[in-house]
């Protein structure tokens, strides 16, 4: 059977599924997929070097909004 963003095992009723992967180096670009919705990804081109960050409201699942952090810049 498939489950939502293509994790191993299905989600317990009333929650989330998700999926973070860090990717590698600048070969496998970082990727977060929210409820089997890609929020960032190399595809979707919004990602960047440093922490890629994906805001969703907790309660209703809704994504409100994705941004990058280049830590190396300052």
């Known amino acids: 059977p498939r489950h939502k963003c293509r994790n191993q095992k299905s989600c317990p009723e009333n929650h989330f599924a998700f999926k973070i992967i860090s ?3 600048n070969v496998v ?4 997929c ?8 190399s595809v979707k081109n919004n990602i960047g070097r440093g ?3 994906a805001l969703v409201n907790g309660t ?3 994504f409100l909004k994705a941004d990058t ?4 810049s300052g």
Do not use: E, K, R
């Open 51 to 53: 922490l890629n960050i």
């Open 23 to 25: 990717g590698a180096a």
């Open 69 to 72: 952090f280049d830590m190396y």
């Open 60 to 62: 209703s699942g809704q």
């Open 29 to 32: 670009g970082p990727s977060i």
């Open 34 to 41: 929210f409820d089997d919705m890609v929020l960032m990804s």
